[in-house]
Nanobody, 115 residues
Framework: QVQLVESGGGLVQAGGSLRLSCTAS????????MGWYRQAPGKQRELVAT???????NYADSVKGRFTISRDNAKNTVYLQMNSLKPEDTAVYYC?????????WGQGTQVTVSS
């Protein structure tokens, strides 16, 4: 069983930065995809940034050039560095992992960007 725990969310002014972390417990075998999604009030959950193991990162057009996804295998952690934040980035951010055919989600962390 894999559990994902996000941290790093909070309240920031427009133009500021935050770094989200997602630490996984359990096995690290057969990881296929790791990434971040977000869901704003009244909207569907959408992809922010993901990467397939051995592949290049994939970003939503709305965050390209501002957000960077990275990982630390030793810490079993994936990060989302968010720069130049905008009010429209306000959402609950979720970590996702696809591993051994199963999809795992974290509990979410709130990011609020004030104008």
């Amino acid at each position: 069983q894999v559990q994902l725990v996000e941290s790093g969310g909070g309240l920031v002014q427009a133009g500021g930065s935050l770094r989200l972390s997602c630490t996984a417990s359990g096995s690290t075998a057969s990881i296929n995809v790791m990434g971040w999604y977000r869901q704003a009030p009244g909207k569907q959950r959408e992809l922010v940034a993901t990467f397939r193991i051995g592949g290049s990162p994939n970003y939503a057009d709305s965050v390209k050039g501002r957000f960077t996804i990275s990982r630390d295998n030793a810490k079993n952690t994936v990060y989302l560095q968010m720069n130049s934040l905008k009010p429209e980035d306000t959402a609950v951010y979720y970590c996702k992992r696809v591993q051994s055919g199963f999809v795992y989600w974290g509990q979410g962390t709130q990011v609020t960007v004030s104008s």
